[in-house]
């Protein structure tokens, strides 16, 4: 058997914004089907299950009438179907199963069956961050900025070019749920929601979901999977600190670096090969640091690398083609998105679509710079 | 609660000492700044436990720190959490003490404007007294402080 591993299907769910009317586990099974349906599998294909902690790779297993041989309930943050992905590709080549069903579904917005955002007083985030007013990520994700800007000099105008870059991209996407172009004024005439962040430099908040299946290219090929596949070519994983205050170097992400090292030495790569990025961005300094930390740009770079332009449309680095978690949708957990818009320029049948992308890369972070997984995608055959 | 009734004020989230922290608490409490350092590599290091993050020993020990500091970052809050809502926008702080470790924390005795917190300023610990426990914060230290 050849080491050969695809992605045969992806999809979200039907919708994705603010949706009321669904809890966060009909969001995981929608994006299953959906995501069997577009590989022109049924669920009876299906041996391995990987999701995060709520509702579980148990019960999606459960619900979905699948008897699992392999599941993965890796829970780090927004990037774990990333994990799942290379954790997957892993066991399909150990034989430990021969393929994966990695579901995402979540009520963030709407709060329907949704687990409850609580913190023990007694955790590390309860003794020593919450007590200091912290309130989500806005308050803490972004806590890193204002070292970086002093030490590497970007200014407020780049760190709001990255709303304008992905806006535009946005713009290009039906999708998207906010596609209105923006100007850098516009950014920074919105209001203060942690300074030096204002809301356009803040991800949205939404519901959504979506799913992978992932086989060896010798089944997809037997079962005749409906779309060409694409080849998880490399990735890498690794994680830094549960609170973001421990953040060994608040202008780099350790989990950054090495993640992205990995997948690109596994897939034996380098930048110049990469047609499309994408980058998880919850907030508008997590791209910098992804482009300075994967190694795009050089240090102090990243900034004036997207306000120039280079990852708009017409860029020569396309970047969050989908408008990113900025202007497209986050629903808390975006990683799933982020390989979704991926997979979806590699197939050719992206909104935004790019020209001859061939291989795509994907940057996921999980928490907040907690842990980051990167995944090398592409479209032929290695 | 019918109308006109004044409503209770929402408090701070208040921390609960675990085992492995607890000695941070105490030296709060008691008005000191306390953080672990490593007998076998003699480095600091924070949050609490009970292995050394930077060499691996077990030998740890706990030490009062001076309680001089320098802004390493921070945000200012125009999200008020519970509690937090009366004194307009707040800075949520990562300060670097100078034995070498950080920690979040709140600014206070000094405007909270871009202008009033500036990078790398000097900082000293004062506590205030929140629940059943006292929380270090930091105010503006005199250079001489330092």
Redesign the interface.
């Known amino acids: 058997m050849s080491a050969d591993v695809v992605i045969a299907g992806a999809a979200e769910t039907d919708e994705i914004g603010r949706l009321p009317d669904r809890s966060a586990f009909q969001l995981h099974l929608e994006g299953a089907r959906n995501a069997l349906a577009d590989a022109g599998l049924v669920k009876d294909d299906v041996d391995g299950v990987a999701t995060v902690g709520t509702p579980g790779p148990v019960q999606v297993a459960h619900a979905l009438g699948i008897t699992p041989a392999w599941l993965d309930g890796t829970s780090v943050g927004g990037a774990s179907f990333l994990f799942h992905v290379r954790h997957a590709v892993a066991a399909i080549r150990a034989g430990l199963c021969h393929t994966v069903l990695v579901t995402h579904g979540e009520s963030g917005r709407s709060r329907v069956g949704a687990p409850p955002r609580a913190f ?3 955790s ?1 985030l ?10 989500g990520p ?3 994700f ?6 970086y800007m ?1 030490e590497t000099g970007l200014t407020h105008e780049q760190l709001a070019s990255v709303a304008v870059a992905q806006r535009r991209w946005a713009h290009l996407t039906p999708r998207a749920a906010m596609r209105d172009l923006v100007t850098v004024e516009d950014v920074l005439a919105s ?7 204002h809301l356009l430099e803040c991800c949205l908040v939404t519901d959504g979901g979506g799913a992978l299946v992932i086989t060896s290219r010798e089944r997809a090929e037997a079962r005749g999977t409906r779309k060409p596949p694409v080849y998880v070519l490399g990735s890498g994983e690794s994680a830094e600190s549960p ?4 953040m060994e170097d ?1 202008t780099t992400s350790r989990s950054f670096r090495l993640s992205s090292q990995a997948a690109f030495a596994e897939a034996k790569i380098t930048h110049g090969d990469v047609d499309h990025l994408m980058i998880y961005d919850a907030f508008a300094h997590v791209p910098i640091y992804g482009l300075e930390d994967m190694g795009f740009v050089g240090r102090g770079e990243a900034g004036a690398f997207v306000a120039e332009g280079h990852t708009s449309p017409g860029g020569r680095l396309p970047m969050n083609t989908n408008g990113g978690g900025l202007s497209y949708t986050h629903t808390g957990m975006y990683g799933m998105f982020a390989m979704q818009e991926s997979i979806r320029q590699l197939r050719g049948e992206a909104a935004a679509q790019v020209p001859g992308v061939e291989l795509g890369v994907v940057l996921g972070n999980g928490g907040m710079f907690m842990s980051a997984a990167t995944l090398v995608l592409g479209n032929r055959r290695p | 609660m019918s109308a006109g009734q004044p409503t209770e004020a929402v408090p ?7 085992p492995e ?1 607890q000695p941070f608490w105490d030296g709060t409490a008691a008005g000191e700044l306390r953080v672990q350092r490593c007998l076998a590599c003699t480095r600091h290091y ?2 609490p436990r009970p292995v050394c993050p930077h060499c691996g020993a077990s030998d740890v020990e706990w030490v009062t720190v001076s309680g001089r500091a320098s802004l ?10 519970p ?2 809502g009366d004194g307009g ?2 800075a ?3 300060v670097e003490l100078e034995e070498g470790v ?5 600014i206070v005795g000094t405007e909270i404007t ?1 202008d009033a917190l500036r ?1 790398d300023m000097p900082l000293r610990v004062v506590f205030e007294p ?1 629940g059943d426990v006292h ?1 270090p914060l930091f105010e503006p230290a005199d250079e001489g402080d330092r």
């Open positions: 023990g007083r007694d590390l309860g003794q020593f961050e919450l007590p200091y007013g912290t309130m806005a308050t803490m972004t806590v890193t900025a204002l070292r002093k209001r203060l929601v942690a300074y030096p962040f609170i973001i205050s421990q608040f | 701070k989230a208040v921390p609960e000492p675990t922290t924070f949050y390493y970052s921070y945000v200012i809050s125009h999200r008020p959490a509690g937090f926008p707040y949520i702080a990562v950080r920690m979040m924390t709140n871009p990078l929140r929380l």
